[in-house]
């Protein structure tokens, strides 16, 4: 049974650039929340994904949007890049009915804006 | 808003040792607490959750406890290895929620040295 998986692992970028990273969720999970961790800080909240909307979004800009896709994989898309993006990005999953609301994460992407 | 708290920040003890890492929370109206382990530069593997209906949990070497009307969590682990060593997370998902997102505290770093 595959885990949660993001892609890619690691990427550099310009700034100003635009980048897009990928999560696939655990299988059965239909719910997925993206987190952005600051070296040394816990994980901040971005925005999470049930059936294709966005949710629920936490105190970051509209440079970062979001996708759901029908097979329940999701997309951040991160505009305008600043030096301050610099983070590893997260994907968690979890299935809605789950009465437990146990999260899973996968291993993260690691963005370094220069 | 609901501010989640770990203290120490950082922890450096013998093998064998037990030790106790904290968690305090200020919104006591949460649905569960997760505690997550992180290795360096990787993703978060869940090693407890806790409901708010309950008072422990406990797996191998780690015991979890939650006192929900004082605000507060403690993970236990018994007997420190240096495969131990690691950055600790506790994370609450708060009522009325529906969807479980997850509020982090910065994290303690343990290091168990031989």
């Known amino acids: 049974d595959a885990g949660v998986t993001q892609s890619p692992t690691h990427l550099i970028k310009t700034r100003g650039q635009q980048v897009t990273l990928r999560c696939s969720p655990k299988?059965?999970?239909?719910?997925v929340s993206w987190y952005q961790q600051a070296l040394g800080q816990g994980p901040q909240f971005i925005f999470q994904?049930?059936?294709?909307?966005?949710?629920q979004r936490g105190n970051f800009p509209d440079r970062f949007s979001g996708h759901q896709f029908p097979n329940y994989s999701s997309e951040l898309n991160v505009n305008a890049l600043l030096l301050g993006d610099s983070a590893l990005y997260l994907c968690?999953?979890?299935?809605?009915?789950?009465?437990?609301?146990?999260?899973?994460f996968g291993p993260g992407t690691r963005l370094t804006v220069t | 808003k609901q501010e989640v708290t770990q203290i120490p920040a950082a922890l450096s003890v013998p093998e064998g040792e037990n030790l106790v890492l904290n968690c305090s929370f200020t919104?006591?109206?949460?649905?569960?607490l997760q505690w997550f382990r992180q290795d360096p530069g990787k993703g978060l593997t869940s090693l407890l959750l806790?409901?708010?209906?309950?008072r422990e949990q406990t797996s191998g070497r780690l015991n979890a406890s939650l006192d929900k009307s004082s605000g507060r969590s403690t993970l236990y682990i018994a007997a420190s290895q240096p495969g131990d060593s690691a950055t600790y997370l506790c994370?609450?998902?708060?009522?009325?929620?529906?969807?479980?997102?997850?509020?982090f505290g910065r994290g303690t770093q343990l290091t168990v040295w031989p």
């Open positions: 968690a999953s979890r299935f809605t009915t789950s009465g437990s609301r146990e999260q899973y």
């Open positions: 299988s059965g999970h239909d719910t």
């Open positions: 994904y049930y059936e294709e909307e966005e949710r």
């Open positions: 919104d006591s109206a949460i649905y569960n």
């Open positions: 806790i409901q708010s209906s309950q």
């Open positions: 994370a609450v998902s708060i009522r009325g929620s529906t969807l479980g997102r997850l509020y």
